[in-house]
T-cell receptor, first 114, second 111 residues
Framework: DGGITQSPKYLFRKEGQNVTLSCEQN?????MYWYRQDPGQGLRLIYYSQIVNDFQKGDIAEGYSVSREKKESFPLTVTSAQKNPTAFYLC?????????????FGSGTQLSVL | EDQVTQSPEALRLQEGESSSLNCSYT??????LFWYRQDPGKGPEFLFT???AGEEKEKERLKATLTKKESFLHITAPKPEDSATYLCAVQAGVRDDKIIFGKGTRLHILP
C-alpha cells in the first residue's frame, strides 16, 4: 500500500540533544512538508520541499533543520536551539507544489522533553 | 492577515442528531478549501476540496459547502464512529501557495 511512514511513534529528547524524525513516502510525490501540532492549535508549517534537493522555511523554522536528498525521504532534525520542542509532528506529501493539491499525512511522531 | 477560524471548538451530539461545523476565512485569492478528519494520535485524513462559492461535495453522512466567506461541514444522522477532530484548511494564492489550517472542531457523538 502506498503511503507515508513516520518513525518513531514516540521520541524523547534530553536537554542539549539533537533528535531526528524520519519521514518516508512511496507515493512518488514531489512535494513534502513538516508540520507541528500543539494541543488546541492549528497545524503550523515548519519546512517544505517542492522537489528533491530543494527546501524552504515555513512559518516556524527556527530550531529545526531538514534535508531532501532523495525524493522519498524528508527527515526533520529538532536541534537543541528549539527550546520548546514538545509537540506532535506530522509529515505530509502532495503530488506537486503547484495547484490545490490535497495533503497525505503520516501517522505522526510525539516528541517529548525529558 | 490571512485567517481561518473554526467554530465551535467542541461539539457533543447524540447519535442521529444532525448539525453543522463552520469554517470562516479571510484570505486573498482563495485557491482551495480543504476538510480533513483527524482521530486522536493519528495524522489527518483528507475528506473534501472545494474551489468556488456554491460548490458542494458529499461523502456518506458528510456534506461540505462553500460560500465566499465560509464553509460548512454538515453531518447528517451521525454515528459514534464519526467522533473525531475536523480540520479546515485554506490555500491562498497570494501567500506563496501555503496552506493555512484552522484549530479544528472536536466532535463527539454519544451513543
Amino acid at each position: 500500500d502506498g503511503g507515508i511512514t513516520q518513525s518513531p511513534k514516540y521520541l524523547f529528547r534530553k536537554e542539549g540533544q539533537n533528535v531526528t524524525l524520519s519521514c518516508e513516502q512511496n507515493l512518488n510525490h514531489d512535494a513534502m512538508y513538516w508540520y507541528r501540532q500543539d494541543p488546541g492549535q492549528g497545524l503550523r508549517l515548519i519546512y517544505y520541499s517542492q522537489i528533491v534537493n530543494d527546501f524552504q522555511k515555513g512559518d516556524i523554522a527556527e530550531g529545526y533543520s531538514v534535508s531532501r536528498e532523495k525524493k522519498e525521504s524528508f527527515p526533520l532534525t529538532v536541534t537543541s536551539a528549539q527550546k520548546n520542542p514538545t509537540a506532535f509532528y506530522l509529515c505530509a506529501s502532495s503530488i506537486s507544489w503547484a495547484g490545490s493539491e490535497k495533503l497525505f499525512f503520516g501517522s505522526g511522531t510525539q516528541l517529548s522533553v525529558l | 492577515e490571512d485567517q481561518v477560524t473554526q467554530s465551535p471548538e467542541a461539539l457533543r451530539l447524540q447519535e442521529g442528531e444532525s448539525s453543522s461545523l463552520n469554517c470562516s476565512y479571510t484570505v486573498s485569492g482563495l485557491r482551495g478549501l480543504f476538510w480533513y478528519r483527524q482521530d486522536p494520535g493519528k495524522g489527518p485524513e483528507f475528506l473534501f476540496t472545494l474551489y468556488s462559492a456554491g460548490e458542494e461535495k458529499e461523502k456518506e453522512r458528510l456534506k461540505a459547502t462553500l460560500t465566499k466567506k465560509e464553509s460548512f461541514l454538515h453531518i447528517t444522522a451521525p454515528k459514534p464512529e464519526d467522533s473525531a477532530t475536523y480540520l479546515c484548511a485554506v490555500q491562498a494564492g497570494v501567500r506563496d501557495d501555503k496552506i493555512i489550517f484552522g484549530k479544528g472542531t472536536r466532535l463527539h457523538i454519544l451513543p
